[in-house]
């Protein structure tokens, strides 16, 4: 559900934060701006100055899951047990 009136602050980064994969227009109509996404990019840019952080577009916000790797290694055991 859209924000009724536009967000701000933390709370404009964390709606951002949420709705970056699907593109500028869906996060600034999400957080309240409808199709201000000019004045949306501008107020989120904004919000991320005051906690320290410089962003230049909405796709620096998405996150990408880590991708796990799994370590195989090698098993080292002798071929019998009376090799033990």
Do not use: H, W
Not at 51 to 59: A, D, F, L, R, T
Request: hydrophobic letters at 40%; proline letters at 7%.
């Amino acid at each position: 559900m859209p924000a009724r009136q536009p967000l701000k602050g933390l709370e404009l980064i964390d709606c951002a934060k949420a709705n970056a994969k699907e593109g500028i227009e869906v996060a600034a109509y999400q957080c309240g701006y409808d199709k201000y996404t000019d004045v949306f990019m501008q107020d989120l840019q904004d919000a991320c100055k005051q906690i320290g952080v410089n962003i230049e577009s909405i796709e620096e916000l998405v996150i990408e899951p880590p991708i796990v790797r799994q370590n195989l290694g090698i098993e080292v055991a002798p071929d019998t047990p009376s090799e033990l």
